[in-house]
């Protein structure tokens, strides 16, 4: 597992320092920023798209073939990639929230309570792509997996505004029930996040142990 830690690496290191240089220029943006912004969660969506890329890299080296020679499981394999999105996924979390510490001792004083509410949506913005996108990767190839997701983006982006627009009255009074307990709420979310991202692992690794290359 190791070794196949250390490949990710080596490869985000030579194909992803575009990923790198951007989400370091919104970590200054962040930190230089009066509020809380677009640009604090921006950091969070591309280290999300690194273990995707990773894989798309993976399947034009013709990766899943090379590795049937070495001595690692299905498992190890697949496990690699979605570890890699909670190390990056950690680290990028960390620096925001350093930012924005700092931001706000500058510029309107330390607020433990909207620091935290700052951590699920980055965790759900960092995790959510790779939840979704890999299981597709694994089973279909990048390049029919991102047309599944654009196609399931699409529908779930419309059937939200249908039921925003048809039930508003229902729609406000629960955001008006999450900001008066938002850290309860918040909390929730994020188990129901993790939840679905172990699924999306055990899934994947289901869909891989399956495949056969050649």
């Known amino acids: 597992m190791k070794g196949l830690l250390l490949k990710d690496l080596y490869m985000i290191r030579s194909y992803c320092k575009a990923y790198l240089v951007l989400i370091l220029i919104f970590w200054i943006i962040?930190?230089?920023s009066g509020?809380?912004?677009?640009?604090?969660?921006?950091?969070?969506?591309l280290t999300?798209?690194?273990p995707v890329s990773l894989q798309v890299y993976d399947e034009k080296?013709?990766?899943s073939c090379y590795s049937c020679t070495l001595p690692y499981s299905p498992r190890q394999i697949v496990s690699a990639k979605y570890l890699l999105n909670l190390m990056t996924t950690l680290l990028n979390l960390v620096a925001v929230l350093i930012c924005q510490s700092i931001r706000m001792m500058h510029f309107s004083g330390f607020d433990l309570q909207e620091l935290l509410l700052l951590c699920i949506?980055?965790?759900?913005?960092?995790?959510?792509?790779?939840?979704?996108?890999?299981?597709?990767?694994?089973?279909f190839g990048a390049e029919k997996a991102q047309l599944a997701y654009l196609l399931t983006a699409l529908v779930i982006g419309i059937a939200s505004a249908v039921i925003v627009m048809t039930n508003e009255i229902e729609f406000s009074r629960m955001m008006w029930e999450i900001q008066k307990n938002p850290i309860f709420f918040e909390t929730i979310a994020l188990a129901g996040i993790l939840i679905l991202y172990r699924i999306s692992w055990k899934i994947s690794i289901k869909i891989y142990s399956r495949k056969e290359f050649t």
């Open 30 to 32: 962040s930190f230089l």
């Open 121 to 139: 949506p980055s965790l759900f913005i960092s995790l959510l792509p790779p939840m979704f996108v890999l299981p597709f990767i694994f089973r």
């Open 61 to 63: 080296e013709h990766w």
């Open 35 to 45: 509020t809380v912004s677009f640009m604090t969660f921006y950091s969070c969506l």
């Open 48 to 50: 999300a798209m690194i």
